[in-house]
């Protein structure tokens, strides 16, 4: 009889915890009519992010340091290094410009947000029900909003400026080791890059680190592999609590087309582009690479984070999907901190469905605004639950401030997409992760491991 091998059991465990956790919480919320009880839910949400995510979070920081450091000792030569980044941010920053153009050319293709196109659209009813869950949200969040929101008000170029401050202030970091107690992702790569770099110049000398880095990128893998036997349960509870809380029926209904809009895009972009870039510039088949990274995919529709996915992804990449240590350990670190082609997609549909709801008509220049700060404002999201949502008003400010006059879309008008936003958020996530992915393996080809 065939022995299942552990990734196959895994898969199967995931699948059943997505499948399971999506009737358990439709149940709930069908039982209690749309009110489940917080306690309950809490209850899920304790425990799938607590023993499952919480796990996944407490390996993250020294893998992406070990990986970095043993990844550049790899690569070895700095001008191969120079090499390896330069095609991995290129490889970036054109597969999301490519992903906001499809948002972009989808959204204002259909209109899902204007109901002057067939009756479907929202109505000043929904909107002002919008409205009030975004006042509900809480005040942390709101202040977190309209934070990011002041990065737009002073123009497109200070929109961009803000952006580009940002992503600076993250890659000259004052503190690495405050970063790293903060979470923060991409310092920790800036300092790991410029560590590796020296311990490599440094020759014989920085040998004895880099074997201690070496081991600890060992040990980190093999307790990752340990938490992956608890993903099935993790996911199950982490969906069951997404669904059971997802209610207000009558802002569901118009959200449908919208919702759909952005899950073509993502599908689209998932599914066609991104396989069409592997296979033209990766010299692989798409589809198979699809299907040994799906542990990955799963776990981040599951966890709805990429950075908690990190290490699943890391792991199916190297074990299952052919990619170079090179690459798993340089390439897909620094893709879960700043290659979010489906958070950029996500932002320009967001956007351009939200002026459409306010009969706001964006012309051609602030379509153009739309594609330049969403690809900037999804770089400086974080890889963790709904970041895009708080981004995302920078590019509406930007927007507002390119049309003057009086008619501006209120900050308020997020409210309107945050019941549906966390679907969407485990469909984007699984997009970015994915895009993560091809990327190794299109590095692996274009500079593989030496020797």
Request: charged content about 15%.
């Amino acid at each position: 009889m065939h022995k299942l091998s552990k990734h196959t059991i895994l898969t199967i465990g995931i699948l059943a915890g997505l499948i399971f956790g999506g009737v358990v919480g439709q149940v709930m919320f069908t039982a209690y009519g749309g009110n489940v009880p917080t306690a309950a839910l809490e209850g899920f949400k304790f425990i799938g992010d607590t023993f499952f995510i919480g796990l996944l979070k407490m390996v993250l920081i020294p893998l992406v340091v070990s990986s970095v450091i043993v990844g550049v000792a790899t690569i070895g030569d700095p001008s191969q290094l120079g090499r390896v980044g330069g095609w991995t941010v290129l490889y970036y920053l054109c597969t999301m410009v490519i992903a906001v153009v499809l948002g972009v050319f989808l959204v204002t293709t259909v209109a899902p947000g204007d109901p002057n196109r067939d009756g479907s659209g929202i109505g000043p009813e929904v909107i002002a029900k919008g409205e009030a869950a975004y006042g509900h949200e809480g005040e942390l969040k709101r202040q977190r909003i309209e934070k990011k929101a002041e990065a737009g008000r002073h123009g497109v170029a200070g929109a961009l400026w803000e952006s580009f401050r940002n992503i600076a202030k993250q890659l000259i970091p004052a503190n690495p080791i405050g970063a790293a107690a903060k979470g923060q992702i991409l310092p920790v790569i800036a300092f790991s890059l410029i560590l590796g770099i020296v311990l490599t110049s440094i020759g014989a000398r920085g040998q004895p680190l880099i074997d201690v880095f070496r081991s600890l990128f060992a040990a980190i893998m093999k307790l990752v592999d340990w938490i992956l036997w608890l993903a099935p349960m993790g996911v199950f509870c982490l969906v069951t609590w997404t669904v059971a809380r997802l209610g207000g029926e009558e802002l569901l209904r118009p959200l449908a087309k919208y919702m759909v809009v952005v899950v073509a895009g993502l599908l689209v972009h998932g599914l066609i582009v991104l396989p069409l870039v592997l296979w033209v510039f990766g010299r692989t088949n798409p589809y198979v690479f699809i299907c040994q990274m799906r542990e990955a995919l799963m776990t981040a529709f599951g966890t709805d984070s990429s950075s908690a996915t990190l290490p699943v992804t890391m792991e199916c990449a190297e074990q299952l999907g052919g990619v170079s240590k090179k690459s798993a350990g340089f390439v897909l670190p620094l893709g879960a901190t700043i290659n979010m082609d489906g958070t950029a997609l996500y932002e320009a549909v967001a956007v351009v469905f939200l002026f459409q709801c306010y009969g706001i008509e964006l012309g051609t220049t602030e379509l153009a605004v739309i594609v330049v700060t969403a690809t900037l404002a999804a770089v400086g999201a974080a890889g963790i639950p709904s970041a895009g949502l708080v981004t995302m008003v920078i590019v509406v400010e930007a927007v507002n401030n390119s049309l003057g006059g009086d008619k501006t879309l209120p900050l308020a008008a997020v409210g309107i997409i945050i019941g549906v936003d966390r679907i969407l958020d485990m469909c984007r996530t699984t997009v970015n992760v994915w895009g993560d992915a091809v990327g190794a393996k299109i590095i692996t080809r274009i500079a593989p491991d030496p020797g």
